[in-house]
């Protein structure tokens, strides 16, 4: 079956400006902002063309660490950084490898939530959850400047997280607070 793919739509400026404060607010760390040479070399180490969304966010902050327990890497990281390297063999080796059947969330076997990308598109590692082995990947055009945005998904089928990158920050962000609140 296909997975839903949820969108709240695309967020403008001031939304994004101010869901990095939130994050601020709750103990994050966003990196300075990201120069077009900055992602035009992460999209040619990686061989892919990332979508307005995620550019948007590169210009605005280069990454955020400690989003809750999860990390956006910055772009000068993506296919080069020691820890990205390491997170994204487990992904490839976990979860790109081989099509999994069932996935576990507590003593539940549930149908896995998480689909290949379309034709077109590649995985990318984009971040990942320092406290579990769990991956933000982002699906990227592998070359069409013009293409839609590329569904954001957690490698451990966490289904609140699929959709665009921005869907998946704000879920990010939401899920922070609630852990500082709580």
Not at 1 to 6: C, H, L, Q, R, S
Not at 11 to 18: I, S, V
Not at 73 to 82: A, I, N, R, T
Not at 143 to 159: H, I, K, M, Q, T
Request: proline share 9%.
């Amino acid at each position: 079956g296909a997975t839903p793919f949820y969108s709240w739509g695309i967020m403008n400026d001031h939304e994004l400006d101010e869901l990095i404060a939130r994050s601020i607010a709750v103990g994050a760390s966003p990196g300075p902002p990201a120069t077009d040479t900055m992602i035009a070399d992460a999209e040619h180490r990686l061989g892919v063309r990332f979508d307005d969304q995620y550019r948007r966010f590169l210009r605005r902050c280069n990454g955020i660490d400690k989003i809750g327990s999860f990390d956006l890497y910055p772009v000068d990281e993506l296919g080069v950084s020691q820890r990205w390297t390491s997170v994204n063999t487990f992904l490839a080796g976990e979860y790109l490898t081989y099509d999994p059947t069932f996935e576990m969330r507590g003593d539940e076997q549930i149908a896995p939530e998480f689909n290949p990308p379309p034709p077109g598109y590649v995985p990318v590692l984009i971040g990942n959850d320092s406290n579990f082995p769990t991956m933000v990947v982002g699906n990227f055009s592998i070359a069409d400047p013009a293409a839609s945005p590329g569904e954001v998904a957690l490698c451990r089928y966490e289904p609140e997280l699929l959709g665009t990158f921005d869907d998946a920050l704000r879920v990010l962000v939401a899920e922070a607070e609630g852990l500082a609140d709580g």
